[in-house]
C-alpha cells in the first residue's frame, strides 16, 4: 500500500554489506564491554562483604558501571546515539528532571522518616 | 547511523504537518515515548523499594546471603545465578540488535535467525525466574531461627541430609516400623515450622510419630539479624551454633523457624523485602514475559515475508526497542536488589 502523506522514514536506516560489516564489530564490542562489566560486578560483589571499609567505594562503583551499562545499552543498542539531538533531548532531559528529584525526595523522607521511627523507639 | 538520507522536502510540506522534527517515523517516536513512561514506572517502584530500605530499622537482606543457589548444584554460590540470568539476557539484546541490521540490510535469513535467537534468549531468562522465584519461596534448608532471647538469626554452614524417618508410633496411613524415604525436607520443614518435631521425633501429617535419621550438621554459623536480650544484630556464633539450632528446631514451639518467603512472612528479612522482590521482579518478568510474545507475533510476520514486501523492517526495530529496554530494566534491578 503506497501512502504519500507520510514520509518514509523507516527507509532512512537501510545500509550496505560494508557498513553491516563495522556495525557489526561494534556490536560485538559493546556484547564483550557489557560482559565484563557484569563479571566485574559479581566478582565485587562475591569477594567484598558488607561489613568491609571497602564497601561504600564499591557500591557507589557498582552504581556507576550500572549507569555505563545502561548507556551502552540506550545509546548503542537501541540507537539512540544515532537519532537526532532533539529527539534524544526529548527522551532524556523529562526522565532525568524526574528521576533527581524523585532521588532527592527518597533520601530526604528516607532520613526522615528513619529519624522519626527511631524516635518513636520503632 | 552510516548512511542516513536527509529527506528532501518543500516549504509545502513542512508546513503541512508532514515532516516529523525527530526525522523517525510515527511509531518509532510512539515507542519510545511509551518506553519513557514505563521507565518512570520502574524508577518509581525502585525508588519506593530504596525509600523503604533507607527508612527501615531492621537489618536488610544481603544479596549474596539470599541468593546463593544454582540448579543442580545447591547452595554456596553467592550470585552466580543471577550473574548467569544477567547474561542470557544481555547476549538476548545483542541477538535483537543484530537481527535489526540484518533488517537494515533487508536480509530476512538473518533476522529470522537472530530473532529466534532472541526468543530462545527471553523464554529462558522467564524460565529462570521461575526457578529463582521457586528458590525464594521455598527458602533455605536451614530457615531463620529465633533463638532462646529472642533475636533472629540466619543459619549458614552445610545441612545434615535426612536419610529416613522411621516411624515409632503408628498413624492413618503409616505402620510401625515403616521407614519414610520420601519427600523428607518438606515433611521435616512442615513439622518445624509447626513446632512438631522433638527429641528428633517428628509426628507426621496423618498423626503417626517417627524418629528422624538425620545426619550432623557441619560448619554451622548462626548469624544474627534483629536483635534479641543476649544477641545484638551483626553478631556471628559459631561456637556451639549447631546445638543451638539443633535446640531451636526440636523446641516443639511452632513458628520460631521460618522458611522461605510469602508475603507476610520471610526468613531474609523485613516483610517489605519479599513484597518488593514479588512485585519488582514480578513486574520484570512479566514484560519479559510479553516481549517474548511479541517477539515472536513479529517473527512469525518477518517468516511469513511482510516485512520484506513492505521494503523495511522497522516493526523488527520497534519491537527491538521494547526488548533492549526490558534489558535496561534488567540491569537496575540487578544492581539495587541483588548486588547493592
Known sequence: MERDDIIEYSLDTHHDEAAGIELRKKIWKVTALLTIITIVEVALGAFVKQSSTLWELVKWSFVALTLVKAAYIVLIFMHLGDEKKTLKYVILLPYFVFIVYLIFILLTEGNAVSEALKAIGF | MSNHNETQTDSATVW?????????????????????????TFSGLLISYGFTRHSCQVAWPIGEETFNSLPFLGHGYPLLYVALMTFILIVSSVTMVLAVEAGHRMDKKGVQKWMLATIVGGLFFVGSQAWEWYHFIHGSEFGKIELADGSKAIVKGHFGEIKDFTVVEAGKHHHKGAVIKEDLLHEFHHAIEHGKLKNDTITLHDGSKALVHREKDEHVVLVIKEDGLKYKTGKRIEKGADKMYHDVINSGTPH????????????????????????????????VFSGVVFNL???LKVVEGRYHRRGHYE????TGLYWHFVDLVWVFVFTFFYLV
Open chain 2, 297 to 299: 507475533l513479529i517473527f
Open chain 2, 315 to 318: 516493526m523488527v526495530e520497534k
Open chain 2, 16 to 40: 503541512g504537518g508532514k515532516v516529523s522534527p525527530f526525522r523517525t517515523s510515527y511509531g518509532k517516536l510512539m515507542m519510545w515515548f511509551f518506553l519513557v513512561s514505563d521507565a518512570l
Open chain 2, 256 to 287: 520460631r523457624v521460618i522458611y522461605g518467603a510469602n508475603l507476610k512472612v520471610n526468613e531474609y528479612g523485613p516483610t517489605q523485602y519479599a513484597q518488593f522482590f514479588f512485585f519488582i521482579t514480578g513486574f520484570h518478568g512479566f514484560h
